[in-house]
């Protein structure tokens, strides 16, 4: 059975006026080639571009090379010091990467044995708002990922894939088509009724796992060794806009990981079609690869790809505040709520293939804080607080924490009630209990609350003015049973 192929990452800060990054990207060119290889990926963050991310990873001088949420070299930077602390480190983070795949395939069982446990009504882990939320928080987390990282295609493929490898699904599927584990020597046959258990996996009304990813899956075409699914009304994808490229990546790579761990054999996994591509579903290519499956394609460099996704963020945020409040379904089959599992799935397998993953959702979440259309409602609920972008630290803190409580805010269902502790001048902490993002994960030594970490220090800017820095000092994945973040303002 493979192994995940997400490479190593490395990331380089850099300015247009710094002196020394020209020659440092040459550097590292000529140590292992830039852009992306089969061990190692380097990343060029420009920090006047990325305010947040210097914040995040405290940047004084430039360039400052990271790898594996780890400053490694900053400043002037010999040829020698690049190769010697570069691949020492890269070596030991390849060994470490190798001792987590067990902590990683625990975690992904125990995500999906919780999901199939609350979702058969087993046992609920939000016993207050109930287990269900809305589609747009895969959404937003989903497409602000994409749109932020080249790579992040292949990070949710790979991502995918080990939920697939390691979680519950493959043994459902096995027990949704009986037929898969018969006594059939016949690889072709396998391939086929794996093919027909995958078809009744994601359908609605066949799978008997109320989920709600999906609504119903056709199979367009069926070879002994390739097949073409279609699926629609897909949670993560649904009333996107067209911008040339798939969004789906996390469910190909899901797919592939599920028919290899049924069927021992390599398998490649491509979706050609998607609401981001034009069409009203998601279809899926797919085929046995042999002996190895080729790396996951990285999409092609546009000058406008960043604008397209800012684009495509702004419209599925109003689209999903208008579903919140009943002016418009965005799924008129499935309805606009899925299990919360199937976020946690994405975000959980997301953070342990990656660790930069976290960073990136922070980023992401930081933009929907500081231009979220909940600051219209906020501005409508703040009574006589002062003006937005002008309010005391404290005044801030108790209007967003009237905001999260305030009963609208619960129709999105995204998390339960939240309160506030450790009230000083210019910091204080917010905790928040029943968030859809880690509620009931198991304790994987990891926060897996980035976005929600980011968007909160992007709402305190948006009211205050002022520089905000927001940190998750507890959550489910830390061994926790709620989520707080330690917020303060920064010179």
Not at 319 to 333: G, H, Q
Not at 394 to 408: I, M
């Given at each position: 059975m493979s192994q995940s192929q997400v490479p190593t990452r490395i990331l380089m800060f850099t300015s247009p006026d710094c002196a020394y990054c020209p020659s440092v990207e040459k550097l590292l060119q000529r140590t292992i080639g830039f852009g992306s290889v089969a061990f190692a990926h380097v990343s060029t963050i420009d920090i006047n571009e990325n305010p947040e991310l210097k914040t995040r990873y405290k940047i004084k001088s430039l360039p400052t090379l990271i790898i594996n949420d780890e400053k490694v070299l900053s400043g002037q930077i010999t040829e020698g010091e690049v190769q010697n602390v570069l691949w020492n480190k890269l070596v030991t983070t390849i060994l470490e990467r190798e001792k987590s795949y067990d902590m990683r395939k625990e975690t992904m069982l125990a995500i999906t044995t919780n999901t199939l446990s609350s979702a058969l009504e087993l046992q609920l882990v939000r016993p207050s708002i109930g287990d269900y939320t809305h589609i747009g928080a895969l959404q937003k987390t989903t497409f602000s990922i994409l749109g932020l990282d080249v790579l992040a295609t292949r990070l949710f493929y790979e991502a995918g894939k080990d939920l697939g490898l390691y979680g519950a699904d493959s043994h459902l599927l096995l027990s949704l088509n009986p037929k898969i584990g018969a006594e059939i020597r016949s690889i072709e046959k396998r391939f086929k009724h794996v093919i027909d258990g995958i078809r009744i996996f994601f359908n609605r009304q066949t799978s008997n796992l109320p989920t709600y990813f999906s609504d119903r899956v056709d199979i367009v075409s069926l070879e002994d060794d390739e097949a073409v699914i279609r699926v629609y009304e897909t949670a993560s994808s649904t009333q996107a806009m067209d911008i040339g490229e798939p969004l789906c990546h996390f469910t190909a790579g899901e797919m592939a990981g599920m028919i290899e761990a049924l069927l021992a054999e390599s398998v490649t996994v491509r979706e050609t079609a998607c609401w981001g591509t034009g069409n009203p579903y998601c279809e899926f290519y797919i085929k046995l690869a042999g002996e190895k499956e080729k790396p996951y394609p990285l999409p092609k460099k546009r000058k406008d790809r960043p604008e397209r996704f800012k684009q495509l963020i702004d419209r599925s945020m109003r689209?999903?505040?208008?579903?919140?409040?009943?002016?418009?379904?965005?799924?008129?089959?499935t309805g606009d709520y899925l299990h919360l599992g199937v976020l946690q799935q994405q975000l959980t397998s997301l953070k342990l293939s990656d660790p930069f993953t976290g960073s990136l959702l922070y980023a992401a979440g930081h933009q929907q804080g500081l231009n979220s259309p909940e600051i219209e409602f906020i501005n409508r609920i703040k009574n006589k607080s002062a003006e937005i972008g002008d309010m005391e630290f404290?005044?801030?803190?108790?209007?967003?924490?009237?905001?999260?409580?305030?009963?609208?805010s619960f129709l999105s269902r995204e998390h339960g009630k939240v309160r506030s502790r450790n009230l000083r001048k210019e910091s204080a902490s917010l905790i928040i209990y029943e968030l859809a993002s880690a509620t009931a994960t198991p304790n994987a030594g990891v926060n897996f609350c980035d976005f929600e970490t980011g968007k909160i220090a992007g709402l305190f800017e948006r009211l205050t003015g002022q520089n905000i820095v927001a940190n998750e000092s507890k959550c489910w994945g830390l061994g926790n049973n709620f989520c707080e973040f330690d917020v303060s303002k920064v010179d």
């Open positions: 689209l999903a505040y208008d579903s919140i409040f009943m002016k418009r379904k965005m799924r008129p089959n404290l005044e801030a803190l108790k209007v967003l924490r009237n905001f999260y409580n305030h009963p609208s």
